[in-house]
Every structure is written in structure tokens, then in C-alpha cells.
């Protein structure tokens, strides 16, 4: 038996596509002696023939619930309500230790169960950053899809694609008219990641955070092209961009020609 046994389970969240593991990881654990299970996933962005491919071992969707109680279970988001008990020691975001609504449920499911909880929220390094952390991403691509929606080559369905092809579409083409860009929460790290993909994409974006919308400039927002929201909100907040202000954006702003719309992205 190996020493380590990685079961890759599927996303009950129907909107989740994304993965802790990629194909090219699996052939790296598997090649190190890791024994891996993937479950069979309809909306995962990597097909089950990948991981089959590079040595994984395929299982029905939510099949880890009868897996060996040694598997380590593996995900992003949260479980399904059943079972009531967990046994097994899973690794997934899961919001437990911050008093979000539903982490005194969860908790419970592991102590009756005997299982265990292993937040990603909580790897970190000696200093205590954070070492799982998809923020600088989510901002990075939130952006470059605001980008190729303002420029009409924003395509469906979106395929899985590395970081260098996805910055070649980005950067400025021939017949590319300048654009200009605003990033609210600028400082955090979905605000650093936005503010990267706008600098590929051939723009300088104004940087926006407490300050700036704790007294919000209405029109300075809505005189810009695109807008990124990188702002976590806990709390209902009025939206920076109204209806009424999509519906007829050249009346906030003077001298607004032509083809000039704000856009939230």
C-alpha cells in the first residue's frame, strides 16, 4: 500500500469548473508514488481521460463518501449536506474558522464522524501570508475578460488555456483603440491581479480603494471604460454602477463621444 492516497473529488457546486489539481500535477504525484483517484466530474475544465492518461484511477462523482478511510479527499468549495458524519480527512476552502454561516454545521459533521479538516485558508507560511490563495488570479482574469469584452473578442465557450496564451490576446493589436480603466480595492490581492492584466493589455488603470469610494466621485468612476470590482463585501452596499447609469452613461460625463461607455467588469 503506498503511503499517501489523493482522492480528487467532484465539485457539487454546478458552476465549478476549476480544480486543486491539474493533469500535469497528477502525472507528478503519481510518477512520485502517490496513489491517486480522480472522480469522473461533468463540469470539470480537465476531462477524466487526462488524469486516466498520466496514471490517476477514475471514480463515479461522490463516490469518496465509500472511499478507504486512509484517502485524503480533495476539493475547492463546499461539500454536500450528506453525509451527516465525515470520517475522512479532507483538504478544501472551508470557510470554518471565521464564523461564516454554516461553519458550526460543518464542524459538527467532523466531530461525529471523526474526520478531519484541513482549510486551505489557514496554509501559511512562517510569516502567516497565506500560501493558497486564488485572489491575485480571480482579479488577473476578471479583468482580462473585461478587456476582451470591451475589445469584441471576448469568445464562448471559454477552453483552458495556459497564462502565456491568454496574455498574447491581451496585449494590444493593430486597430486596438486606447481604453481607460478603473480598479476598486486596488490594494488587495484580486486588485493587484486586475491591475496586472490591465498593464498587459497596454493600460495604466486609475486605482481606487477605502479612500476613494468611502466618498464616492460618481462621475470620475463612470468616466472611465472599464471597471473592475475587486472589493469583498460582507455587507448589502449601494453598486457603484447603477442601472440608470448603464442606461445612459454619456450623462455623467462631459464630452463623452462616440463608442465612450462605463462597463463594470
Known amino acids: 500500500m503506498t503511503e499517501l492516497h489523493l482522492w480528487l473529488r467532484h465539485e457539487v457546486r ?27 466530474s461533468p463540469q470539470r475544465v480537465f476531462p477524466a481521460r487526462e488524469y486516466e492518461a498520466v496514471g490517476a484511477r477514475i471514480a463515479p462523482a461522490g463516490s469518496w463518501v465509500s472511499a478507504p478511510p486512509e484517502a485524503v479527499v480533495l476539493g475547492l468549495k463546499e461539500l454536500p449536506d450528506r453525509p451527516t458524519q465525515l470520517r475522512h480527512r479532507h483538504v478544501f476552502f472551508g470557510h470554518a474558522y471565521k464564523q461564516q454561516p454554516g461553519a458550526a454545521q460543518l464542524l459538527r459533521r467532523f466531530a461525529a464522524g ?24 480571480a482579479g488577473y482574469l476578471g479583468a482580462a475578460l473585461a478587456v476582451l469584452q470591451h475589445r469584441g473578442r471576448l469568445t464562448a465557450p471559454l477552453l483552458p488555456t495556459g497564462k502565456d496564451a491568454l496574455d498574447e490576446t491581451l496585449r494590444p493589436a493593430a486597430g486596438d483603440e486606447a481604453f481607460t480603466a478603473l480598479v476598486v480595492g486596488a490594494l488587495g490581492r ?45 455587507t448589502p452596499v449601494p453598486p457603484f454602477v447603477r442601472e440608470q447609469d448603464l442606461a445612459a452613461p454619456c450623462a455623467w460625463t462631459a464630452g463623452c463621444g462616440p463608442g465612450t461607455r462605463s462597463s463594470s467588469g
Not at 114 to 137: H, I, K, N, S, T
Not at 225 to 233: P, Q
Open 114 to 137: 471523526g474526520g478531519a479538516l484541513l482549510d486551505l485558508e489557514y496554509l501559511v507560511d512562517d510569516d502567516g501570508r497565506r500560501l493558497a490563495a486564488f485572489g491575485f488570479w
Open 190 to 234: 484580486s486588485g493587484r491581479g486586475a491591475r496586472a492584466a490591465f498593464a498587459t493589455a497596454g493600460a495604466e488603470p486609475t486605482c481606487w480603494d477605502l479612500a476613494e469610494t468611502g466618498d464616492l466621485d460618481r462621475p470620475a468612476l463612470l468616466a472611465h471604460d472599464v471597471m473592475v470590482n475587486c472589493v469583498l463585501a460582507t
Open 14 to 40: 454546478t458552476t465549478e469548473r476549476r480544480t486543486p489539481v491539474v493533469p500535469d500535477d497528477a502525472r507528478r504525484l503519481v510518477e512520485a508514488g502517490v496513489e491517486l483517484t480522480v472522480e469522473d
